[in-house]
């Protein structure tokens, strides 16, 4: 698959699950797979910041 940021391959596994985290080697960007029967996309993973209570 390509990144949908910077374009570069992606590797998904045979076996990889829909919800699995999968990097981009080339920007680091950081996806979730999204499995629909025997298509696959990619969801931009959501990042969790610090709370610091504000």
């Known amino acids: 698959m ?3 940021e910077c374009d570069a391959d992606i590797a998904i596994q ?17 996806y979730e797979l999204a499995k629909n029967g025997s298509d696959v996309e990619l969801k931009k993973a959501e990042t969790v910041g610090e709370d610091w209570g504000e």
């Open 2 to 4: 390509k990144c949908p």
């Open 14 to 30: 045979d076996d990889a699950m829909s919800g699995e985290i999968v990097s981009c080697a080339e920007c680091g960007a950081d």
